[in-house]
């Protein structure tokens, strides 16, 4: 993996330029990992400051593997963009647009209960988000 400070004048340049916009993951990034997705929070320093670019950028924008409108409501912030489930779902208008539609949604609903009914481990978790899912494992026993 490159490391940041053995590109220093790499780093300055692209520093150097005007910025047009900001596109930022959410969970590890403006919250902290937590045990759980419901367990985490949008920083407060990390909301603030995406208020303040998004008043001087051309474009912010949260992406996420929650569904949207989770992403939506747990940063809260009008006048940015939010993508969600990995980039299949978009905030737009007020409404959740999916790509693949509803149909992607029950394909992947059917691929989640076939794996559930096979990974039957303590502490694994699966997460319907609509057109994709996620099996958290940080809490499963060996």
Known sequence: MPY????????????????????????????????????ARLDPACGAALAQLAAGLDLVAVISGRPVAGVRQMVGLDG????????FERWRRGTVERWGGE?????????VAALRARL???????????????????QARN
Request: hydrophobic share 40%; glycine share 8%; charged share 30%.
């Open 80 to 87: 940015i963009e939010y993508v969600g489930a990995q980039g």
């Open 103 to 111: 149909e992607a949604v029950a394909r992947t609903r059917t691929a």
């Open 120 to 138: 039957a481990v303590e502490g694994l978790r699966f997460e319907d988000k609509g057109a994709l899912a996620a099996i958290h494992y940080r």
């Open 4 to 39: 940041l400070f053995d590109h220093l004048d790499d780093a300055r340049r692209v520093a150097s330029q005007p910025v047009r916009g900001l596109v930022t993951d959410l969970d590890g990034t403006l919250s902290e990992i937590a045990p759980t997705p419901a367990e």
